[in-house]
């Protein structure tokens, strides 16, 4: 057979497994990060159950608020991650403002319902960090190999594209103002 | 301190008879059984005669051994710990039980299992448990020897591989969590005997975290990699390698059934009297014993173990 033609075969055969091998862990990549995204929707979940329940509680205990001063929050399936920040986002701003009404009701902040849910949406916050940490990784993993070559011309044919990542809510970001007057 | 200081004479005494005796023996046997052998009955009892000697010698030497370590322990270590742990279980011949170490699939528990100082108490309400152990498997001449059922204590020593030989504690952690994740310092490693059913360093999947400087440092495995990343907050990886940056020995940490487990390979042996060459003096003492209790509560102030915010 003629060298040049075994050459050429060689060649499109390592390329083709080259091929076939990045194309799967980029698959499989991709498939971490769905997993991941299961995860931050069952923490989403969890936290929304006991921000729930808090709001119970202090509803009790407000009986003069009568105005609806949460915001509604919808979880949906199959939110897209801007969605699910969003969703995060208003959930920690309505948490912020149960511990100011609770402020205003010593009774609230005494009470064993309160404080046990206080212990429940600290636990429930850091299953909710770790899964932003675990999806953010992968996310991460999956846009490095998106953006280095050769990766990036395959991922291209694949029409895959960047992720987006699970931001930490802005309040979080802001500076703590601390208030140390009496 | 008196009693203890009269116990030392005697070992004192038969260490230098051992001394002295050893050239003896070795005349003894190297004239009567090589250069002047003529295979006389004679020679052979007089060579039977010295290591017999030599045998009771080193048995009157570790009984006086024994002696001492027993006091110690019993009278010096036993109080320390009662006055530093109300209600505390401290049991010098007893060591972790096995059946807690398997779930955790840290190290292999091969055949021969023992080890000694066990304790248990609560520090800042924190239940832990602690013991030295020596954990050993039959080697590829051992196998050969012996079937895995016969052996319970038999063999010598060199039919085993030691599997591990240090301290191991568990505590009691502040997180809830369902699946186990394994920490694995850099330069500890979890030896099994070749042929062994334990191929891999660890049976879970490998995790990433995202500080490049603990990956360096640590190898971390985990059931499920969301616990990895609930258990190791950054604040709690920082805390890991502080805490392992001031022991000289290397550490496993396993995080099972809401239990924390640490390994401390070679990790020396707790609650000995030391050497018997200086006298004892309550300072001296007092000083080791504190050594060794520091080395438990270290885990619980510097993992802020005590830290329950989590826990209902």
Redesign the interface.
Same mark, same amino acid.
Do not use: I
């Given at each position: 057979m003629n060298p040049v033609l075994i050459a050429i075969i060689a060649a499109v055969v390592i390329l083709l497994a080259y091929f076939i091998s990045v194309s799967n862990r980029l698959n499989k990549a991709h498939v971490k990060i769905d997993e991941a995204s299961s995860?931050v929707d069952v923490s989403l979940t969890k936290r929304y159950d006991v921000l729930t329940k808090m709001i119970d509680v202090v509803k009790s205990y407000a009986k003069y608020e009568r105005e609806t001063i949460f915001e509604t929050i919808q979880l949906r399936k199959n939110m897209s991650m801007q969605e699910k920040n969003e969703a995060n986002r208003l959930m920690g701003e309505n948490l912020a403002r149960i511990h100011a009404l609770a402020e205003n009701y010593p009774e609230l902040k005494a009470s064993e319902n309160y404080n046990?849910l206080q212990? !429940?949406i !600290?636990?429930v916050e850091?299953?909710l960090? !770790?899964?932003r940490?675990?999806y953010? !990784?992968n996310v991460s993993?999956f846009n490095q190999m998106l953006v280095t070559f050769p990766t990036s011309i395959i991922g291209g044919m694949k029409g895959m594209h960047k992720e987006a990542f699970f931001s930490a809510e802005e309040t979080k970001r802001q500076d703590v103002k601390m208030d140390l007057s009496l | 301190m008196e009693k203890m200081n009269r116990m030392r004479i005697p070992i004192i005494i038969w260490s230098i008879i051992s001394l002295a005796y050893a050239p003896v023996m070795i005349y003894i046997v190297a004239t009567k059984l090589v250069i002047h052998w003529d295979g006389s009955i004679i020679n052979v009892v007089y060579a039977i005669a010295s290591f017999l000697v030599a045998a009771f010698i080193f048995e009157r030497k570790n009984k006086a051994i024994e002696k001492l370590r027993d006091e110690y322990k019993l009278n010096y270590v036993a109080g320390i710990l009662d006055s530093l742990f109300p209600g505390v279980y401290y049991e010098p011949d007893e060591s972790i039980p096995r059946q807690y170490l398997a779930d955790t699939k840290m190290v292999y528990l091969g055949d021969r299992y023992s080890g000694e100082d066990y304790v248990r108490a609560r520090y800042k309400n924190v239940l832990f448990q602690q013991s030295d152990l020596l954990i050993q498997a039959l080697n590829q001449e051992g196998r050969r020897k012996y079937k895995r059922e016969d052996t319970k204590a038999r063999g010598s020593n060199s039919d085993y591989f030691v599997c591990f030989r240090g301290r191991w504690m568990i505590f009691d952690f502040n997180k809830n969590f369902r699946s186990n994740v394994q920490i694995i310092q850099e330069g500890f490693r979890v030896p099994a005997p070749a042929g062994s059913r334990r191929k891999k360093e660890s049976p879970y999947d490998p995790v990433t975290l995202e500080s490049d400087k603990f990956n360096k440092g640590f190898r971390v495995y985990a059931q499920n990699p969301h616990d990895a990343f609930y258990i190791l907050t950054p604040s709690f990886m920082e805390r890991i390698q502080a805490l392992t940056a001031h022991n000289k020995y290397k550490m496993m940490f396993c995080f099972s059934s809401n239990k924390l487990h640490i390994a401390i390979h070679g990790g020396g042996n707790s609650f000995e009297p030391g050497s018997v060459l200086k006298r004892f003096d309550d300072e001296r003492v007092k000083e080791a014993i504190w050594k060794d209790i520091g080395s438990i509560t270290q885990f619980v102030d510097e993992l802020s173990l005590d830290n329950n915010l989590f826990m209902n």
């Open positions: 995860d046990t212990k !429940a !600290a636990d850091e299953h960090q !770790a899964s940490r675990l953010n !990784a993993r | -």
